[in-house]
């Protein structure tokens, strides 16, 4: 059975950074594209960025771009955002999603129950 578990959520200032990790297991992930998507309070689901299985990285979100990294462990089958320059437009709960495959697009097949980011101004 896959299990997705976010965590690293948290209660931050502007300007301010956290680190989302999300661990895996049910199976080996090297060979799955992993994602990051969030949902801020009355907004639909977003992709935010996404890593296929050979480290390459897509970005759904043009806002995270130079602020997000994201970077994926195979030997831990974890996943990790790293958040800079937050700002309170981030703030939503940010879930984890992985998809069998090298590529990012289409659906995501398996995903965690979300960890909360709020960005205070």
């Known amino acids: 059975q896959v299990q997705l578990v976010e965590s690293g959520g948290g209660l931050v200032q502007a300007g301010g950074s956290l680190r989302l990790s999300c661990a895996a297991s049910?199976?080996?992930?090297?060979?799955?594209?992993m994602g990051w998507f969030r949902q801020a309070p009355g907004k639909e689901r977003e992709g935010v960025l996404c890593?296929?299985?050979?480290?390459?990285?897509?970005y759904y979100a043009d806002s995270v771009k130079g602020r997000f990294t994201i970077i994926r462990d195979n030997a831990k089958n974890t996943v990790y955002v790293q958040m800079n320059s937050l700002k309170p437009e981030d703030t939503a709960v940010y879930y984890c999603?992985?998809?069998?495959?090298?590529?990012?697009?289409?659906?995501?097949?398996?995903w965690g129950k979300g960890t909360l980011v709020t960005v205070s101004s």
């Open positions: 890593i296929n299985s050979s480290g390459g990285t897509t």
């Open positions: 049910g199976r080996t992930f090297s060979s799955y594209a």
């Open positions: 999603a992985v998809k069998w495959g090298y590529y990012c697009s289409g659906g995501m097949d398996y």
